[in-house]
């Protein structure tokens, strides 16, 4: 889930687009379209897998732990990538980043053709995932540049495909794996040879459009994450909204199947159709609340997080599929809405040549609430605890964790506002 990126996009377009724009205009504008389409394909790949964990348990006998693993190998590749590789495109070059995340993605899915045995299927899960560190970052940087050089989109436009090829091809993955699985042969091989064709197809078609980025030499060093210490309580509740968000997109995309299963949906089409609703939902209140101010989206978000989750606690109670679903797809939407109002928010108490670092904490702060909640469920099964028992306490916590940000919100909104004001009257 990504409103923006952790790159300092916005000082390199400008400049880096301009070479570009000395090519075709409608052939940067079609390339354009083909990168958010390329972009849309890798990011469902990563999310085939979340309606055949079922399938892992019963055909080479994996335990939630062993799911919950595999499940965040994926996601701790993600923050180690957006950490230490994500930012390199600004120098090293867009197409040269997608290339190579395209073949991690393509050795991810090789290995999870080849085998079902457990620890190849948790590194392919973690190549997969540091490729999609690689990707986001430089996808959306991409198509602002390509929007610019085109000259018939533009990037705020270029930002709005983004997100949906981001969110919307997340939906796509649980949505064409669950329909595979419930209809075609071999469920644990047919998709991933589906995507394995594809993703070679996006790596042939990357290399026919333009480099917006002019390469150069320049001295390695890790993502940092920065912001001003007058605003650092204002961060911090910004990363935590962030951790919130990702804690429903976590467990949608990793057990939100299983527990569809328990309360009596067994359709794997269904149960990939109810997760890409989730992820459609985040994805469609990211578009559409986009004019509204950090605050009021963190405001607006949080309230429907909590109320979410509030119903997918009353599901797992009383065993009511559909509450449980509705509550996952209102806490999705919620979810989208926060999670951009915690990007904005963070970018406004950095400095601008600090835009990508400030965005890079959130998105560590995102991935680490996406991880460790399901690893913790995963844990809690080697204890005995039923898996709706762990969802129920999950719930819960992020209800609490909802309410004590929405009040930190409120004051660091506060404090804000009368440091400016104080500012201003000197």
Known sequence: MTGSKPTNMQDTQQSTARSAAQLDPQRNTTFLWLIAIIFGTAMSFTTVPTTLWSLYESAAHYSTIMVTVAFTSYSFGVLL???????????????PLIAISLLCQIAAAVALIATHAFM????????????VGMLTATATAYL???????????PSI???????ANLGGLGAGPLVGGALAQWVPGPLVVPYGIYLALLIVCLGVLWLGPETVTI?????????????????????????????????????????????GQLGIHSRFWQGLLVACVLFASAATQIMM????????????????????????????????????????IGGAGGG???????????????ADAQGEAAAGVF???YLGMSVPVLGIGFASLAGVTLRISVAVFALFVLALAVLLAIGTVKTGRRSFTGTKRRGCR
């Open 364 to 366: 560590v702060g995102a």
């Open 81 to 95: 990538s957006l950490v230490f590789l994500g930012h390199l495109s600004d120098w090293r070059g867009r197409r």
């Open 290 to 329: 986009r004019s509204l101010s950090a605050s009021r989206l963190i405001l607006t978000g949080l309230p429907a997080i909590g109320l979410g989750v509030v119903l997918m606690l009353c599901g797992v109670i009383s065993v009511n599929d559909v509450l449980f679903a509705l509550g996952g797809i």
């Open 216 to 260: 150069r030499s320049r001295r390695y060093h890790p993502q940092r994450i920065r912001v001003q210490r007058a605003g650092r309580s204002g961060y911090l509740v910004a990363i935590g909204v962030g951790a919130a968000t990702f804690c429903v997109q976590g467990l949608s995309t990793s057990l939100f199947p299983q527990l569809l």
């Open 120 to 131: 190849p299927v948790v590194i392919a899960r973690f190549v997969s995932g540091v490729g």
């Open 144 to 154: 602002a540049e390509l929007a610019i050089a085109g000259g018939r989109v533009s």
């Open 337 to 351: 809405g926060a999670f951009r109002g915690a990007l904005a928010r963070a970018q406004q108490l950095a400095p």
């Open 158 to 164: 270029a930002l709005v495909i983004a997100t949906a």
